[in-house]
């Protein structure tokens, strides 16, 4: 008997949207797996090469670049980050189901990639509560708040070209939701998350 392949999912969103946090819940859940990255950073503390991340060097990653290697990849903070077709095929085609966590710069790469996969992205409430989220990490410089909230505007035009758009303003609210595209992949009722795109697109 074949087995049925995998689905592949894409998940998108500005910083402080909560994405990390859902993709965390949903995997802890057991019924998907998050795609491992490819990275030039070194490995942090307790970080395991093949599992946090494959850790390569420059002139690896730059090589497969050259070979057309990767379903997308790009420049972050002077370290270079991406999805090895490789390891999407081999976890797709043993019929898992994975989610790639990437940013739009990633999502534009993947449209010109002929693979089959939806994609997800997740919408603040609104700027002034992704700015107080921001804020609340207690991690960024207001000027570092300012270009991540710029950035975000620039992102969200990006979301009416997605497959689904899932509001995180209730987290439990914002993971059902997901779990239900991740479980049926069936069309959802998306009116409250486009008057909010609308919004956040005229802010």
Do not use: C, W
Request: charged fraction near 25%; glycine fraction near 4%.
């Amino acid at each position: 008997m074949s087995i049925k392949p995998g689905n592949l999912f894409i998940i998108t969103a500005p910083s402080g949207a909560g994405k990390s946090s859902l993709i965390k819940s949903i995997i802890e859940e057991g019924k998907i797996e998050l795609s491992v990255s490819a990275t030039t950073r070194e490995p942090r503390i307790n970080e395991v090469h093949g599992q946090d991340y494959s850790f390569l060097s420059i002139n690896e990653f730059q090589k497969l670049i050259d070979q057309n290697s990767f379903l997308e990849y790009a420049k972050v903070h002077e370290h270079f980050y991406g999805t090895l077709i490789s390891h999407v095929s081999k976890k797709l085609d043993t019929g898992i189901d994975i989610i790639l966590d990437i940013d739009v710069q990633g999502f534009y790469q993947l449209q010109e990639k002929n693979i089959e996969y939806t994609s997800i992205f997740i919408l603040p409430p609104s700027l002034d509560i992704l700015r107080e989220r921001l804020k609340d990490r207690a991690t960024e410089s207001t000027s570092s708040i300012d270009i991540r909230l710029l950035n975000a505007k620039k992102e969200i035009k990006a979301a009416p070209y997605f497959d689904y758009l899932v509001l995180n303003d209730n987290f439990e609210d914002a993971l059902s939701k997901l779990r239900g595209i991740f479980e049926t992949n069936n069309q959802i009722d998306q009116q409250i998350e486009q008057n909010i795109l609308n919004e956040l697109l005229n802010s």
